[in-house]
Nanobody
């Protein structure tokens, strides 16, 4: 298990950018694939992006693949999500999560979750 703490959320105007960070504590951070998910009010939590343990593979949701970049710095035990051209429909709580079984978009594969950071995009 790893402990995850997200930061970087906030209020941004439509078309703006945000960079989310997720700091992990615990051993063997590079053994975990990491993912970002989001949950809007009244909706289910959905996949946004994932990155493999050493950063060589990345997956994105269709809605974010052209507007976001996931990256990680294993020396800092941190994963990032750069989001550009934000739209009002991107408003949600964003969560990072750790997956010990490899990169995946499947939410049930993730065993550790952060508390989330709110992203609000104003139109």
């Amino acid at each position: 298990q790893v402990r995850l703490v997200e930061s970087g959320g906030g209020l941004v105007q439509s078309g703006g950018s945000l960079r989310l960070s997720c700091a992990a504590s615990g051993r063997s951070f590079s053994n975990y694939a990491m993912g970002w998910f989001r949950q809007a009010p009244g909706k289910e939590r959905e996949f946004v992006a994932a990155i493999s343990g050493r950063g060589g593979s990345r997956y994105y949701s269709d809605s974010m693949k052209d507007r976001s970049t996931i990256s990680r710095d294993n020396s800092k035990h941190t994963v990032y999500l750069q989001m550009d051209s934000l739209k009002s429909r991107d408003t949600a709580v964003y969560y990072c999560a750790a997956n010990p079984s490899g990169i995946s978009s499947v939410i049930t594969r993730y065993t550790s979750w952060g508390q989330g950071t709110q992203v609000t995009v104003s139109s």
